[in-house]
Nanobody, 121 residues
Framework: QVQLVESGGGLVQPGGSLRLSCVASGFAFSLYAMIWFRQAPGEERELVAT????????NYGDFVKGRFTISRDNGKNTVYLQMNSLKAEDAAVYYCNAPELYYSGGRGHLWGQGTQVTVSS
């Protein structure tokens, strides 16, 4: 079964940390770049971080400002997002995505259920 399963979200205080995981199955994970997106209620989906298939190159949204780190373990078919110094504005549902994976009639169409991140004191 082709799927992405995100986990690791939760409630954290401002300044705290979370590590999100996304486990992929049903496709050759090591061949695909991966992206973390987030979406807050009433907001557009926002790109958080990208990583190439080998993990050599990464990129981040401007708002990250050195607080987040994306990584991957191809042996475990998993991409991670380490989030430090969390702010209230980081609260959102976080999703991973394989933008070049052809699925359901197009590329980048495979989405998991997401994982909720809440930042509040």
């Amino acid at each position: 079964q082709v799927q992405l399963v995100e986990s690791g979200g939760g409630l954290v205080q401002p300044g705290g940390s979370l590590r999100l995981s996304c486990v992929a199955s049903g496709f050759a994970f090591s061949l695909y770049a991966m992206i973390w997106f987030r979406q807050a209620p009433g907001e557009e989906r926002e790109l958080v971080a990208t990583i190439t298939n080998t993990g050599v190159r990464t990129n981040y949204g401007d708002f990250v400002k050195g607080r987040f780190t994306i990584s991957r373990d191809n042996g475990k078919n998993t991409v991670y997002l380490q989030m430090n110094s969390l702010k209230a504005e980081d609260a959102a549902v976080y999703y991973c995505n394989a933008p070049e994976l052809y699925y359901s009639g197009g590329r980048g169409h495979l989405w998991g259920q997401g994982t909720q991140v809440t930042v509040s004191s």
